[in-house]
């Protein structure tokens, strides 16, 4: 892990504002996280609980869908906006399906990179990219992305949690238009995205968000299907991610979880 600048940064990290990646941690029960960010989480929960149950389900829907991809024949997987790694990752997971697999992942948190360096230290067939989602070229031409993605075989791409941290004016749609169109046929798109209908106010958490180092914005089905142009859907499509292809039986309290997710294939 990075060292301490005295200031209350690392590795130009501003400790006294909550990170949207460290909330996340909490809310899945993590330890990876500080006083800032409990607070901040815990101001959200008070608004919205069901926040905790939607990164539990996210998480989840992350494992399933990598199993499935892999299973698929994925070998190759770019996951975009990690976060701090949560046992099991998206390496452990693929790899159990596909020992050949090889994953890159990409953040631009510096917390995250070094605990995604320690944690894949000796690793020949997973990297750690630092790098915006978005400034997806610089992504594409990353030394550790080029290094073991090979773009004329099929990938899997992977944004999971993480466009709902790219607000309208920066061109969500152009971000996942500019990696779609470096994939080949047959790749595969692994999304999920933070939700909201018409008729709820999410001002509440948004506004929680401000203070922290990434605003929030979530959008409906309509504009996050919008997102996935230039993909055919897998079945069931895009739907909440606690009923994307479950391993268990869906609950009633498990229907809501303001998360949409699917996978998409790129024809």
Known sequence: ???????GTMAGVDFSRPHPARMYDYYLGGHDNYEVDREAAEKVL???PIVRRGALANRAFLHRAVRHAAELGMRQFLDIGTGIPTSP???????AVRPDARVVYVDNDPIVGAYANALLRGSGSTAFAFADVRKPA???????VRRLIDFTEPVCLMLVAVLHFVEDEQDPAGIVATLRDALPSGSLLIMSHATIEDSVDDRPVTEIYKSASATLTPRTHAQVSALLSGFEMLEPGLVQVSTWRPDEP???????TGTLGGIGRKP
């Not at 892990?1 to 200031?7: I, K, L, P, R, S």
């Not at 990752?89 to 790899?95: D, G, I, Q, R, Y």
């Not at 610089?138 to 550790?144: A, G, K, Q, T, W």
């Open 250 to 256: 869906v609950g009633p309290d498990d229907l809501a």
């Open 138 to 144: 610089d992504i594409l031409n990353e030394e550790s």
């Open 1 to 7: 892990m990075a060292g301490g600048t005295g200031d």
């Open 89 to 95: 990752n998206t390496h452990e997971v693929a790899s």
């Open 46 to 48: 008070a608004v919205a």
